[in-house]
C-alpha cells in the first residue's frame, strides 16, 4: 500500500485550501456587523482550518518560509473558531442552564461580549488570509458560502422527553454523592486560581503562562469533562419532577464550567503557542509579530 500520489503540492494545496477559503470569503462579504457566527460557521471554520494545518504540516510548512505564515494564519482561525463555538454553545444553552437570579443578565451580556471580541479577531484575520493565499497564487473561490449554509441551531419547537430512567433510586443516590464529591474536590482544587476583581494586563503577563497555562487548564478541563459524563451516565432523569429541576441546575454546572474552559484552553493553546514565543529565529520572530499585530495578544 502507498501513501503517495502523483498530484502536486501545488495542486493539492488549492483542494485543501478550496473549502477554508470560501468560508474565510463569506466572513470578508459579510456586511452586517450585528450578526453573531453561528455554530455551524464555527464548525466549519475548524474543521476546514485543521485539515489544511494538517496538510500544510505534513509539507514541512513550519520550516518554510514562504508558508509559514499561511500555515500560522490557519491555525489562529482553527484556535479562536474553537473557543467561539464553546462560547457559542454557552449562549446557545443560556436558557436551559439553571441559575439563580443573581448576576444572570451580567453574566450573559459578558458572555456575548467576549464572543463578539473573538469574532472581531476572525474578522480582521480574514482579509489577511486572502492576502496571503494569492501571494501564494492559491486559487481563491469565486464567492463565499451563502448565508443560508450557516443557519443558527434553533428551530421553534423542542422534541418531547419521553424516555424514562429506570435506575435504582438508592443507586443513583449513591452515584450523585459520589459524582457531587468529585466536583467539589475539583472546585475546592481551582481555588488556589480564584480572583474576585479583574486582574489587570500587567498582572496578567505575570500569571500567564507561568503560573496559569494551558497544561493546567487542559487537566480541570479533563477532569470536568468525565464528571460530566459520569453524572449523564448514572444519575440523568428525565421525568418532570421538582427532584429532577435540582438535578438539570447540578448538570448546568457542570456543562458551563466545562465550556469555560474549553474556551480558556483554546485561547491559551493559541496564545502560549503562536503569540507569546514560537522560536527563537527570525523568521519565527516575525511571524509572531505579524499575528500579534494582527490578533492582540493582551485581548486574548
Known sequence: ???ICDISFKEKVNIFSFEYLKCILFVVELNDD?????????????TTSHILEDFLDFHGA????????????SATIRHLALACYSQRHILNRFKFYFFENTRYDT??????DTL????????????????????????????GYDLSFFPGISSIQQL???IDDFNSKAQQRENLTRISS????????FEQFAFYERYDLKTINTLVP?????????RYEMLIHNIQSSFDSYVVNTKSSSQNLILEQLRSHFSIVFHLLQVAGSLLHFYERHLHDIGFKDVYKNVSESLSNLIDPDVV
Open 160 to 162: 418531547d422527553h419521553n
Open 62 to 73: 513550519k520550516k518554510n518560509k514562504e508558508w509559514i505564515f499561511y500555515r500560522e494564519l
Open 107 to 112: 453574566f450573559k451580556l459578558e458572555a456575548l
Open 210 to 218: 507561568d503560573q496559569f497555562n494551558e497544561v493546567i487548564i487542559r
Open 182 to 189: 468529585e466536583f467539589l474536590e475539583v472546585v475546592k482544587d
Open 1 to 3: 500500500m502507498t501513501f
Open 34 to 46: 450585528s450578526y453573531i457566527f453561528t455554530k455551524k460557521l464555527y464548525s466549519k471554520l475548524i
Open 116 to 143: 463578539k471580541i473573538l469574532q472581531e479577531a476572525i474578522k480582521l484575520a480574514a482579509p489577511v488570509i486572502l492576502e496571503e493565499a494569492r501571494r501564494l497564487e492559491i486559487k481563491l473561490p469565486d464567492r
